[in-house]
């Protein structure tokens, strides 16, 4: 007997089992994904790969800084059939504690085109 269930990608995802039996293992299995690290992306205007601390920003050692409104870092995915799941890794080792918490320096916006349709 088995029962299988899909999560939607995000932070939170919850199952609640209930059962007068015991319970075998339960097993995740998680998705099968490319990393594009940051040495696959384009820069423009102040954007550029910043070197981090020795063992930071694995696992390329880097990490796209001075990124600024007036700059921006594209990466071109090659198409594939199916559904896409996109995660970014927000690297900050440059905490501003005076601001990170209102509408400081550390705010963090994303705009996503796909196939060059609107930014999402």
């Not at 601001?99 to 996503?112: I, K, P, Q």
């Amino acid at each position: 007997m088995g029962f299988q269930t899909s999560l939607v990608a995000g932070p939170y995802n919850a199952i609640t089992i209930s059962s007068t039996q015991p319970i075998d293992p339960i097993i995740i299995t998680p998705l099968n994904g490319i990393y594009y690290p940051n040495g696959n992306f384009a820069t423009t205007g102040s954007a550029k790969a910043i070197s981090c601390g020795s063992g930071y920003c694995q696992p390329v050692g880097s990490k796209i800084g001075n990124i600024s409104p007036n700059s921006t870092a594209r990466a071109v995915i090659p198409a594939t059939a199916g559904k896409k799941y996109l995660a970014i890794d927000y690297i900050n080792n440059d905490v501003a504690f005076g601001s990170a918490w209102d509408w400081g320096s550390n705010s963090r916006h994303l705009t996503v085109n796909i196939k060059g349709g609107e930014n999402q």
